[in-house]
């Protein structure tokens, strides 16, 4: 079962003004993936590759991760790997998380042979209009504690943080938000 998806190309210098066109023709592939640590523990980070061309012409092509900003596929895929409900104020993790999880039931996740999409990021030109944007992690001291115990739940269910007893985390609706066997 297949899942188009992957990290969407920064729009500077992407588009034509005049006609709209993409001036794209590499393929973003994710595959450069490290542990981050934050307060709320240490989880897997992915990142992309520097694009190029693509050697393989016609078809998507395999790679080992998801992405949250683009994802296509079938609607099973959303029904056999649902965003997890007990993961509240979680911006990184539910990649992985939802990349392990469909994985494991026999998901493979695939890129786009080009960029199709683009995305405003807040660097360079973009910084100062993409730095007013509200973000969900402004309402962090509203939600104190909430996220690190999300993290913990992430974490127990892909089997990342052994070491935290597992009465420490939520396990509500584990077999629905869990891994495959």
């Known amino acids: 079962m297949a899942v188009l998806s992957t990290y969407l190309t920064d729009i500077v210098d992407s588009i034509d003004e005049k006609t709209g066109e993409s001036l794209r023709f590499t393929r973003p592939i994710m595959c450069q993936t490290d542990y981050e640590q934050s307060q709320q523990g240490k989880y897997l980070r992915h990142g992309s590759q520097p694009e190029g061309i693509p050697s393989i012409h016609g078809s ?65 030109p973009n910084a100062a209009k993409r730095g007013q944007v509200k973000h969900f992690w402004e309402n962090g001291a509203r939600y104190k ?20 007893p597992v009465s420490e985390w939520d396990h509500t609706e584990e077999d629905r938000y869990g891994t495959g066997k």
């Open 145 to 164: 504690g909430v996220g690190i115990r999300a993290m913990k739940r992430v974490l127990g269910i892909v089997g990342m943080n052994p070491e935290v």
């Open 60 to 124: 998507p092509q395999l790679q080992p991760y998801w992405a949250a900003g683009f994802s296509f596929s079938r609607g099973h895929f959303v029904v056999n790997v649902p965003y997890d409900l007990y993961q509240p104020m979680i911006f990184q993790g539910e990649e992985m998380s939802i990349g392990i999880r469909g994985f494991t039931i026999g998901y493979d996740y695939f890129a786009p042979e080009r960029s199709v999409c683009f995305h405003t990021y807040a660097v360079g």
